[in-house]
């Protein structure tokens, strides 16, 4: 710990990390329920022994006595814990292995406090700095610092800088849970459309993610947020927050009430159809009892939204997702040219991403110049004042459907969700049906069915008039 002042002894328990360390040389089968990692003890021989254990059970190795010593003999680091004698010494002082998990929530406990003490003096240190340009930034580095004791708690690293043993053991925890995925199963988000996430098979969205959902007006690109957002809080039953710069939150929440539902706004707004208004209500309810949150204050910037961020997970634990609606309504900070400015707000959002340990949902509004091409679908490089998404974003998603360029088009009814952008895996096109504002799965068939007439269509408009722009 960093810091400290003068005689001030950080919090620690001696006795109890002596108990966890001589409990895991008796019963090494505890090691994962403990969640501790080197810097969690205080005492730099017992960080040593910790990580000799550590060693031997990432590499599925016998822990007892003699190979822990043997293990720490090879590192060449016996003589700084006091020898073999030391561990005999641990070895007697353990009460007993069958309360380990009792010591070691002790430790935990007090490794908590050292950080939560060596966090808040730095704390101390950003409010006096004068080398800080805004007092925004200053609160904003207390924000992260605060945050970083929040992830402590809840199981995170406690530095900067992860030790690999530790690393090994998470790489080992993933591994075995892709083992025992059922078939079908996404490794990470799912975002609830199906033609989608069999697009994104198998990693699915990564939990860092920043996704883009791109495309001009009237394409659906909230309903599809609103269609993750659902998926989110309803079925894997996660805290969700939604930023809503554009709707109030009453209307998005009608919005997320309507593709849940499948009840049509209009639908809603009419509220002639007594089942369709339970199917509705039925919903609401659902989403009431959720731990869905939703924001609609008008020019939010990207402090407040991190702020809001950290708060609700402070609250809530993990959060499934979290969305914002969208980019250039946003607040953005004073510089030389616009895409500058939006380029600090996805980045930002990027690095909340990894923060929070959730998938950014980000929407965008598409530059007009796009419908001004034959082919209107929509590419990264078409984001309005912000060409600093194409490197910030892990996903892109374009919205399209051509009935709104043609009313007759052959396509009516269906959704194109252009994925351009996939770190890691495929891109490449889903497809699902929109009607009256809802988005819903669509067969195989009927896919190949309207793209076929549409093909047709084309060749026929190509030959008599010199080509079709859908």
């Known amino acids: ?38 810097p969690d003890f205080y005492s730099r021989p017992h960080q040593i022994v910790f990580g000799a254990i550590s060693s031997l059970v990432s590499a599925k190795q016998p822990v007892d006595l003699m190979t822990v010593s043997n293990r720490i003999e090879v590192d060449g680091m016996l003589g700084d814990i006091g020898g073999m004698a030391y561990l005999i010494e641990i070895a007697k002082n353990t009460p007993s292995a069958s309360n380990i998990e009792a010591y070691g929530a002790i430790v935990r406990q007090a490794s908590e406090r050292r950080f939560a003490v060596s966090k808040l003096y730095d704390c101390v240190a950003a409010m006096m700095d004068p080398g800080y340009t805004s007092c925004d930034d200053r609160f904003a580095t207390m924000g992260s610092m605060l945050s970083e004791i929040d992830a402590k708690r809840s199981g995170g690293v406690s530095g900067i800088a992860a030790p690999a043993s530790d690393i090994v053991i998470e790489w080992c925890d993933e591994m075995e849970r892709r083992l025992t995925r059922k078939p079908g199963e996404l490794a990470g988000f799912a975002t609830g459309i199906p033609a989608l996430d069999e697009l994104l098979y198998p990693g699915g969205i990564s939990q860092t993610a ?77 989403l009431g009892n959720s731990k869905l949150h939703l924001a609609d204050q008008p020019g939010m910037g990207l402090h407040q939204i991190v702020r809001e961020s950290r708060r609700l997970r402070r609250e809530l634990g993990q959060l499934g997702v979290i969305a914002v609606d969208y980019l250039t309504l946003m607040k953005a900070e004073k510089a030389e040219r616009n895409d500058l400015a939006y380029g600090a707000i996805t980045k930002g959002l990027k690095e909340l991403a ?18 001004s091409r034959a082919d209107k679908r929509p590419m990264p490089s078409d984001s309005r004042d912000t060409g600093q998404i194409e490197q910030d974003c892990d996903i892109w998603i374009g919205c399209y459907r051509d ?64 080509g079709w722009d859908g």
Do not use: W
């Open 403 to 466: 009935e709104v360029y043609h009313e007759d088009s052959p396509t009516r009814g269906l959704m194109e969700l252009l994925v351009r952008i996939h770190r890691g895996g495929r891109t490449g096109t889903a497809y699902c049906g929109f009607h009256e504002g809802v988005i819903s799965t669509i067969s195989q068939q009927e896919v190949a069915s309207k793209v076929h007439m549409a093909d047709m269509e084309r060749s026929r408009d190509s030959k008599s008039k010199g």
């Open 210 to 286: 920043l996704i883009c959902i791109g495309a001009r007006p009237k394409m659906g690109k909230t309903t599809l947020m609103a269609a993750m957002l659902n998926h989110t809080a309803l079925r894997a039953r996660l805290p969700v927050i939604g930023f809503s710069l554009e709707m109030t939150k009453r209307e998005l929440f009608e919005v997320m009430v309507s593709q849940a539902s499948s009840v049509s706004g209009q639908a809603l707004k009419s509220m002639h159809d007594q089942s369709k208004m339970d199917q509705a209500y039925a919903v609401a309810a659902e």
């Open 354 to 371: 990894k923060e929070m340990g959730c998938p950014v949902i980000l929407l965008t509004q598409l530059n007009r110049g796009l419908e």
């Open 1 to 38: 710990m960093t810091n400290n002042t003068a005689g001030f002894i950080p919090p620690h328990n001696f006795e109890a990390e002596q108990s966890v360390l001589g409990g895991l040389m008796i019963r090494s089968s505890a090691y994962h329920d403990l969640s501790l990692s080197e």
